[in-house]
């Protein structure tokens, strides 16, 4: 029996030498168990915001008619008249708002941005309107200036996706992901809010690769993350700038 102790014993050197081995592993592997859970509650979460947002449009259309280019605002380079014309009509009243900052710069409404590629900024401020949700989430709403080859579609209509509700310093691809209808100014689907500049590219590498707004890499803001996302089939992929 003694000897049968002894041989199933270890040493205090292999026990330390084992748990050596397990930290390191654990070490290594544990950052992207964390990073790919984040990942996977960032995907829920977008989707969220963009079905309440798309649901909101679809309440509306049964409203004020199934062409949104038909729905009235108001002909003007005045973004802020437009911006709370398209609020106050075509979403509050179909979204669970529990604040509207009304276009407030106080501490809690003032909507801080950080790009991709460090850049510092604001929304919320001037004709951008904030609206939190009673999920925690939060939209900025922008409506923008007139095009007279547009006819009656007369304004770009942007929203920024608050994930994450709106914290100190939002980032782009993680917190803060664009929509516009149509994706993008002039192009298809316009009845419909889409990733910001969808469609503008169809070789995913262009939003890794272009420095401008619609890119998604660290040398752009990030404005195009969503539609990268989208490109992949609602997946945050590896090379995906996290």
């Excluded at 003007?76 to 014309?85: G, P, Q, R, V």
């Amino acid at each position: 029996r003694s000897n049968l102790i002894k041989k199933c014993a270890f040493t205090l050197a292999e026990v330390l030498i084992t748990l050596g081995i397990i930290g390191v592993v654990a070490a290594l592997t544990l950052p992207t168990v964390v990073k790919n859970y984040q990942k996977h509650v960032t995907i829920n979460r977008l989707k969220s915001a963009y079905t309440i947002i798309n649901n909101a449009i679809e309440m509306a259309k049964s409203d004020y008619g199934n062409d949104i280019k038909d729905w009235y605002i108001p002909y003007s380079n005045d973004s802020k008249l437009k911006t709370d014309y398209f609020t106050e009509h075509y979403l509050i009243p179909y979204l669970k708002v529990v604040k509207d900052c009304n276009h407030s710069n106080t501490n809690d409404c003032r909507v801080n941005t950080i790009g991709l590629n460090g850049t510092i900024s604001q929304l919320g401020i001037g004709a951008w309107r904030l609206l939190k949700l009673s999920n925690g989430q939060a939209i900025v709403v922008f409506v923008g200036g007139v095009s007279l080859a547009e006819n009656q579609y007369n304004s770009r209509i942007e929203i920024a996706l608050l994930i994450n509700g709106n914290k100190s310093l939002n980032q782009y691809g993680k917190d803060l992901f664009m929509i516009e209808f149509g994706g993008i100014k002039g192009t298809e689907q316009l009845n419909k809010f889409l990733p910001y500049a969808h469609g503008v590219y169809n070789d995913r590498n262009k939003y890794l690769t272009v420095t401008h707004s619609y890119g998604c890499n660290k040398n752009a803001i990030g404005s195009g993350c969503f539609s990268l996302i989208l490109f992949d089939g609602w997946q945050i992929a590896k090379d995906y700038p996290w």
